[in-house]
T-cell receptor, first 118, second 117 residues
Framework: DAGITQSPRHKVTETGTPVTLRCHQT?????MYWYRQDPGHGLRLIHY???????DKGEVSDGYSVSRSKTEDFLLTLESATSSQTSVYFC?????????????????FGSGTQLSVL | AQKITQTQPGMFVQEKEAVTLDCTYD???????LFWYKQPSSGEMIFLIY??????QNATEGRYSLNFQKARKSANLVISASQLGDSAMYFC??????????????FGAGTRLAVHP
């Protein structure tokens, strides 16, 4: 299994408070992603990174910011949490590897963070 | 516009029988990839199978096969000889364009499969 650690695994917070979720990888993969999972929507991309300090917005980026100061860490911040941000958050990684195989076509996922905003 | 459509919110199948989970997609790219992931009740996302748009053969991985019909833009997952452990949520996903390791996936809403003994 890919070495991806998400922290915390569970968090309960109040509306209006800042929240930071951390994704740490030990695979030295170039690309990192944050998804949120909600019933009826599957997984939707929030932000992604294609290198240190290189990030871009995904489909549902409003209310979220990210930072990647090191290859191994990708942080997701909710500046002022709202109840609509209650969700399960997944970090994922990918990269191009030799030998060429289906592995290059995969996302490897972390275990997820359950966030509840009350 | 929705890119990935999974029209079956829930399905059930008898143990040892085959089941097909539907997935249709929409893209104007000539190069793309189609994926299926499984999410058991424990919550982790497990990669099942991948099909590239230029692959002429349908992908197979053990009991999983992907019925790829390019003209119909469908990528249905077939699970043969269902097992109780197959009970889970199943997501179809698509990557547009060539990968090179960069896999920004678009997911469908998922189908919950229940396998009955």
């Amino acid at each position: 299994d890919a070495g991806i650690t998400q922290s915390p695994r569970h968090k309960v917070t109040e509306t209006g408070t800042p929240v930071t979720l951390r994704c740490h990888q030990t695979e030295n993969h170039r690309y990192m992603y944050w998804y949120r999972q909600d019933p009826g929507h599957g997984l939707r991309l929030i932000h992604y990174s294609y290198g240190v300090k290189d990030t871009d917005k995904g489909e549902v980026s409003d209310g979220y910011s990210v930072s990647r100061s090191k290859t191994e860490d990708f942080l997701l911040t909710l500046e002022s949490a709202t109840s609509s941000q209650t969700s399960v958050y997944f970090c994922a990684i990918s990269d191009f590897m030799l030998p060429i195989s289906t592995t290059n076509e995969k996302l490897f996922f972390g275990s997820g963070t359950q966030l509840s905003v009350l | 516009a929705q890119k990935i459509t999974q029209t079956q919110p829930g399905m059930f199948v008898q143990e040892k029988e085959a089941v097909t989970l539907d997935c249709t997609y929409d893209t104007s790219d000539q190069s793309y990839g189609l994926f299926w992931y499984k999410q058991p009740s424990s919550g982790e996302m497990i990669f099942l199978i991948y099909q590239g748009s230029y692959d002429e053969q349908n992908a197979t991985e053990g009991r999983y096969s992907l019925n790829f019909q390019k003209a119909r833009k469908s990528a249905n997952l077939v699970i043969s000889a269902s097992q109780l452990g197959d009970s889970a949520m199943y997501f179809c996903a698509m990557r547009e364009g060539f990968s090179g390791g960069y896999n920004k996936l678009i997911f469908g809403a998922g189908t919950r499969l229940a396998v009955h003994p």
